[in-house]
């Protein structure tokens, strides 16, 4: 079974500022997919990031990035010039991706494990 | 259009209720998903159609009851809930690319339902 670990509860950051989000994960499985999702007060699930797990290279989105290390199965979210939009919960998550060619047995549907979540404050 | 829209936004029914929630995507996605989401907490895996089949139930009550009419619609039908069913349900799509190969899943904005 696939776990993922959000260590940090809560927290905040000064506008214009970078931080950093941390998450680890087990699998036993060598094909996947990471993602970052935040869910603002607004309640809607918003994808911010995903990362191949076949791929060496860091993942980017504007002001994000990601530090995967897949060794040591560390995915964390690098926020840089935080905007008070940034407020919100994220969440880290895993699928797992591909699986057996008959009947798919075992393989997967597509759905995501989340973390536990990392409340994040941007403050002005 | 990477929209997927969910109605009503909230809910509030009694426990002998019979009520349905809906939940809409045009962006040709196979796959849908329902996710539920008590307060401070991750969403939680429910139930998973791939090419209109339910493929997935994660142990979920039977007075949870979903449908996937067609490709484009999935409801859940709930009746006689509990109060410990108060939650926020989240509905998503995404695309199947191959046999186990999904792309990344689009949130509709949810349903916040409240039993009393």
């Known amino acids: 079974a696939q776990t993922v670990t959000q260590s940090q509860p809560e927290m905040s950051v000064q506008e214009a500022e970078t931080v950093t989000l941390s998450c680890t994960y087990d699998?036993?499985?060598?094909?996947?997919?990471l993602f970052w999702y935040k869910q603002p007060p607004s309640r809607q699930m918003i994808l911010v990031i995903r990362?191949?797990?076949?791929?060496?290279q860091n993942a980017t989105e504007n002001r994000f990035s990601v530090n995967f290390q897949k060794a040591a199965k560390s995915f964390s979210l690098k926020i840089s010039d935080s905007q008070l939009g940034d407020t919100a919960m994220y969440f880290c998550?895993?699928?797992?991706?591909?699986?057996?060619?008959?009947?798919?047995?075992?393989?997967?549907?597509?759905?995501?494990?989340f973390g536990k979540g990392t409340k994040l404050s941007v403050k002005p | 259009d990477t929209e997927v829209t969910q109605t009503p936004k909230h809910l509030v029914m009694g426990m002998t209720n019979k009520k349905s929630l809906k939940c809409e995507q045009h962006m040709g996605h196979r796959a849908m998903y329902w996710y539920k989401q008590k307060a401070k907490k991750p969403p939680e895996l429910m139930f998973v159609y791939s090419y209109e089949k339910l493929s997935i139930n994660e142990s979920v009550p039977s007075r949870f009851s979903p449908e996937c009419p067609n490709s484009s619609l999935l409801n859940l039908h709930l009746h006689a809930l509990q109060p410990e069913d108060s939650a926020l349900y989240l509905c998503?799509?995404?695309?199947?690319?191959?046999?186990?190969?999904?792309?990344?899943?689009?949130f509709g904005q949810g349903t916040r339902l409240t039993v009393v």
């Open positions: 998550a895993f699928m797992k991706h591909g699986g057996s060619r008959i009947d798919n047995y075992g393989g997967s549907q597509g759905n995501l494990i």
């Open positions: 990362q191949e797990a076949y791929k060496q």
């Open positions: 699998t036993s499985e060598s094909n996947y997919y």
């Open positions: 998503a799509s995404s695309q199947i690319v191959g046999v186990g190969f999904y792309t990344e899943a689009f």
